[in-house]
């Protein structure tokens, strides 16, 4: 909670966290709000004060994991991790490619029409909360969040959904040209692999070179064409000064982009994750993971693609 304030905040942020920070991490958050390190000691102890006030990045991978969850990025991804704020964003901006892939939505209450609507949670994870209804007229009333206009999106029969990494770094934005195709389970709509894991203990998935051998032409014409445009405009929301970091350089931030692929094979954006769970599941899961999380840091290079903003 203390990563995410900002302004007038930030002090009764730092008297918090005085009081409270009982661990190397919690002292080093303290560090980085206040802008600089009084123990020096505590760098050698914390990843984060180690990054933070000398740019040191070598860590195991889980502490670099652990530091996309600290919520030190600008205010502007908290914004759009709020769905409601991000179809405010959407429906707002001038780009309209990202316009285009952005499903009808309406912050709720709101008259619906006809057709298949998807309720969410303003925020929410592991799909708690997300509701499917045959009609608009079916919605309730007193129904809170977003209404999404439903995309059916079916492959082999089931419904399916690709999550994809948006890297932000010093030297710029990437997209990862490796993400996750998720299946859903026992005829549901749900894809999420939390859901998954507590249905059948293992989520069914595949990575996107299977998706690109599986819609051979459509994924590289329509498909990826979308997710990117989708990507770049959503960094361009995202772009904000407002985050004083004391060190170096600021780290990098991995942000999860979720879409549904409809028959045509266009993908829609569904929403925006600014803390994604990055530690594997599964085979595939993992793999992938272990590779956006490298690639934010610098580790490797091939997985990704750079959105010119």
């Known amino acids: 909670a203390a990563c995410d304030v900002r302004g007038d905040d930030r002090a009764r942020a730092v008297a918090w966290l005085e ?166 389970l026992d005829g549901s709509i749900a894809t999420n692999a939390a859901r998954a894991v507590l249905a059948k203990g293992a989520p069914d998935e595949r990575d996107f070179a299977w998706a690109r051998r599986r819609l051979p032409g459509v994924w590289d014409a329509r498909t990826w064409r979308r997710v990117r445009d989708a990507a770049r405009g959503v960094a361009r929301l995202a772009r904000s000064d407002d985050l004083q970091w004391p060190g170096p350089t600021p780290p990098p931030k991995i942000v999860g982009l979720d879409f549904a692929v409809d028959a045509a094979g266009d993908a829609w954006l569904l929403e925006v994750n600014r803390t994604p769970g990055l530690v594997g599941r599964a085979e595939v899961d993992r793999a992938v993971k272990d590779a956006v999380v490298d690639a934010a840091w610098g580790l490797r290079e091939d997985v990704l693609e750079e959105l010119l903003l």
């Open 19 to 184: 009081e409270t920070a009982s661990n190397d991490d919690a002292r080093a958050l303290l560090a980085v709000l206040r802008g600089r390190l009084e123990d020096p000691a505590l760098a050698e102890r914390s990843f984060l004060a180690r990054y933070a006030f000398t740019g040191a990045a070598d860590a195991p991978r889980l502490e670099r994991v652990a530091a996309n969850a600290w919520c030190l990025h600008p205010r502007a991804w908290d914004e759009l991790d709020d769905k409601v704020c991000l179809n405010d964003a959407i429906a707002g901006s001038g780009d309209a490619a990202l316009r285009a892939a952005w499903p009808e939505s309406h912050e709720l209450p709101a008259a619906l029409d006809g057709g298949a609507w998807v309720v969410k949670p303003r925020r929410g994870y592991g799909g708690a909360g997300v509701e499917l209804y045959e009609s608009g007229s079916d919605v309730p009333r007193d129904a809170q969040g977003l209404a999404q206009r439903y995309v059916p999106s079916q492959l082999e029969g089931r419904a399916w959904s690709l999550r994809a990494y948006l890297i932000v770094r010093a030297d710029g934005v990437y997209l990862s040209r490796i993400g996750v195709v998720r299946f859903a």
